[in-house]
């Protein structure tokens, strides 16, 4: 085994869903263990209410880990995904369609400088507007991967999976 991957999708979505599912394929065809938490019930509480929850859910996965793990999040699971890099150890981040704030959640989006980031975004994405996932990587100089899609990136899978193989290669470089 290679490590851990925690996959986090966004909000109104599933486990299940396509990005997590491909991207968690991915990782165990390389040797990593993956989970893939459900934050369904979460997501009953609203966007500004669900954050709390899906970040004391992922932290609590993080804990019952031997190693940090390397976080993927999608949207919401993205927002989630970066705030708990500031609270518990983890190895790498991939933030794909991330938000920069949650309307009505009280602290925007941050990170750990010192950990592997990549973030992935859509030129249409319509419900995280391009200018504002820019403005944050450019403040932190973070890689960002800008792709003619939607929020969804849902036509972007093969470049997706080729920068999250990279960042896996990467980490396990490191270890």
């Known amino acids: 085994m290679r490590g851990h991957v925690i996959l986090s ?24 263990q993956t989970q893939r938490p459900d934050y369904g ?9 669900s954050v709390a929850p899906r970040v004391a859910r992922l932290r609590a996965a993080i804990e019952a880990l031997d190693v ?26 991939l933030l794909l369609a991330t938000p920069p ?12 400088r010192d950990v ?15 200018s504002d996932v820019q403005a944050f990587a450019a403040a932190r100089r973070l890689p960002l991967l800008m792709l003619d899609d939607n929020h ?3 036509a972007s899978m093969p470049a997706i999976a080729a920068q999250f193989r990279l960042l ?8």
């Open 68 to 93: 940090p793990p390397v976080l993927v999040g999608s949207s919401m699971g993205a927002f989630a995904s970066a705030l708990v890099s500031l609270a518990v150890p983890v190895a790498g981040l």
């Open 116 to 130: 592997p980031t990549m973030l992935i975004h859509g030129w249409r994405d319509d419900v995280c507007p391009a």
């Open 101 to 112: 704030a949650i309307p009505g959640y009280a602290h925007a989006l941050d990170l750990r």
């Open 9 to 32: 999708h966004g909000s109104d979505s599933s486990p299940d869903a396509t990005k997590v599912s491909a991207l968690a394929a991915l990782a165990e065809s390389l040797g990593w």
């Open 168 to 175: 896996l290669d990467t980490v396990a470089a490191a270890a």
């Open 152 to 154: 969804r990136l849902g």
């Open 41 to 49: 019930a979460d997501d009953a509480h609203g966007f500004a209410g």
